[in-house]
């Protein structure tokens, strides 16, 4: 019961955990990125810096104005939802009627733009940033040693996912954002404001975003090019799951986290490209997605 | 007359991107009117409506619908001043349940439909409650369009080709529903392809030709012209 594949139960939990830490932040910043598609048709590629913003606006709160961690969770996405609201009103709102390419090429000028002034500002050294004391500590499960602080971000993002899924799939507000993300016209025809929605939506998916940076940041290093690190696999992730599906973007993300983590241990070599390994063989057999809709 | 007038449209010219399709449209409907708006394909009927709801590229100039001028209005503002706008394409969501369909428009002032009204209207709606929108029949989801509009309180009704491509019987109970409508005092406007739909509802009949109103007709004068009015409709 030590070994399973020949490798140790604890290493190979161990990796586990990782890739479901990783999985965590995949998901939730997969779930952004597939509401703000479904509704705004605008491939985000500023997302993964938002996150980065979201890990170092934590770290400025903490070492400027001596806010912990715990009022950051708070305060850092409302503080990136108002980002996103400033560029949705600023930028994205004139290129609506133009091609998708326009909001992508938007949104990587945006990303690019960001990266520079906190590489400027802070170096791409890295800063670190530590868990709450409350959270320091480990837990032995007997098969392996786990980091709380760990455990606490899996929870928080699945907990997090969960509560957006039921929003989007359950109430009246995500009967608007489903309606309106497959005919906005009628909607705002019934009386709805579909310009706010878009803005609102857009700002709640910065905020995803930021608060998965706040969670990240303890468990990795803050560098203004940890943004740009991950927003390649989390899009190999949402085509995976199927562009606009919010169930497939959760799914998926926590799924290919596992996988990244379990190649770790069984061919270290491939653990960098199994995600778009998948990717391919997922487009050439179902190029909807796994939980996308074939049209 | 005046604290009569639901909507009065003058000099209404409609554009999307460099076409332009309305030129120059004017129409009165009355507080609890119903007037059928006529005409071939691409006359400009479909358009009208859109423009009447802000939902076309540009249009020039007046619409004014219960006192309010709505011409510089986003679609949303104009919907609130009590217009219930059922699509020709009917507009059901596929992401939505046939009740969720039925309970998303919001409601928009008092005085409209209850749930169990719009049930009682149209029977077969409840028993297709938990299905996916897009699943029930053409007349199902006809009556779907109509009966979620009804409950927002909207007191101007446009309805665009209602009885497309419905079997008879369908047609006869869309008949008996807006003449129920019509007595409880609803104004409405029919765009219609089916003439002798319309002429049976219609209190006053628009034509339209080219963007334009090329007659205004009233009910009783119809069949003294249905020679006139079936060379406009005429292929």
């Given amino acids: 019961m030590s070994e399973i594949f020949g490798i140790p139960v604890p290493v190979l939990a161990g990796q586990l955990m990782l890739g479901l830490v990783n999985g965590s932040f995949y998901a939730m910043l997969s779930l952004g990125l597939a509401v703000i598609f479904g509704l705004l048709n605008v491939i985000n590629f500023s997302h993964g810096t938002m996150y980065m913003m979201g890990a170092y606006a934590a770290w400025m709160l ?63 050294g890295g800063q670190s940033y530590p868990a709450p004391d409350s959270l320091a500590g480990v837990t032995d499960l007997g098969f392996m040693i786990l980091p709380d602080y ?14 957006t899924w039921y929003l989007i799939e359950r109430t ?124 | 007359m005046a604290a009569a007038e639901m909507l009065r449209i003058t000099d209404l010219h409609s554009f999307y991107g460099e076409s332009h399709i309305l030129h120059g449209v004017d129409l009165q409907v009355g507080r609890g009117e119903v007037v059928a708006l006529l005409g071939r394909n691409g006359a400009g009927r479909t358009t009208l409506l859109k423009s009447i709801m802000g939902l076309v590229g540009r249009r020039t100039g007046r619409i004014v619908v219960n006192g309010r001028e709505t011409i510089d209005m986003p679609t949303h503002r104009i919907a609130a001043l009590g ?102 005092g609803y104004t409405i406007i029919l765009v219609e392809q089916n003439f002798e739909f319309a002429a049976g509802l219609a209190d006053r009949v628009y034509v339209m030709e080219n963007g334009r109103i090329a007659e205004s007709l009233r009910a009783n004068e119809l069949e003294a012209k249905a020679g006139l009015v079936q060379r406009y409709l005429g292929v």
């Fill in chain 1, 172 to 295: 009246r507000l995500g009967a608007y954002l489903r309606a309106a993300t497959e005919n906005p016209r009628i909607v705002q025809a019934f009386g709805i404001n579909v310009p706010l929605m878009l803005t609102l939506t857009y700002g709640f998916g910065i905020a995803l975003a930021g608060l998965a940076g706040v969670l990240a940041a303890p468990v990795i290093q803050v560098t203004p090019l940890m943004g740009s690190n991950v927003i390649i696999v989390v899009f190999a992730v949402v085509v995976i799951g199927g562009l606009g599906s919010i169930l497939g973007a959760i799914v998926s993300g926590i799924a290919l986290g596992l996988l990244e983590g379990l190649t770790k241990v069984l061919y270290p070599e491939a653990s960098s490209t199994v995600v778009f390994v998948v990717m391919a063989l997922v487009l050439l057999f179902k190029p909807a997605g796994l939980f996308g809709k074939e049209e």
């Fill in chain 1, 62 to 124: 903490m070492n400027w104005l001596g806010v912990g961690y715990w009022w950051s969770l708070a305060i850092v996405p409302v503080v990136m939802a108002l980002v996103g609201i400033a560029v949705e009103r600023l930028f994205l709102r004139w290129i609506y009627h133009l091609d998708h390419l326009y909001g992508l090429l938007l949104t990587i000028g945006f990303a690019w733009v960001m990266e520079g002034v906190y590489r400027d500002q802070f170096g791409s």
């Fill in chain 2, 83 to 184: 217009l219930g706008y059922c699509p020709e394409e009917r507009a059901i969501f596929s992401t939505l349940s046939c009740e969720e369909n039925l309970m998303l428009p919001p409601v928009l002032r008092g005085g409209g439909f209850s749930v169990e009204d719009v049930y009682g209207m149209f029977p077969n709606l409840r028993e297709r409650r938990a299905s996916q929108g897009t699943r029930l029949s053409g007349g199902e989801q006809q009556m779907l369009a109509i009966g979620r509009i009804l409950r927002t309180g909207a007191q101007l009704l446009l309805l665009d080709e209602i009885s497309e491509g419905l079997a008879p019987v369908i047609v006869i109970a869309l008949d008996a529903c807006i003449r129920s409508l019509k007595d409880r």
């Fill in chain 1, 150 to 163: 760990r455990g606490w971000v899996v929870l928080a993002s699945l907990g997090t996912c969960f509560a």
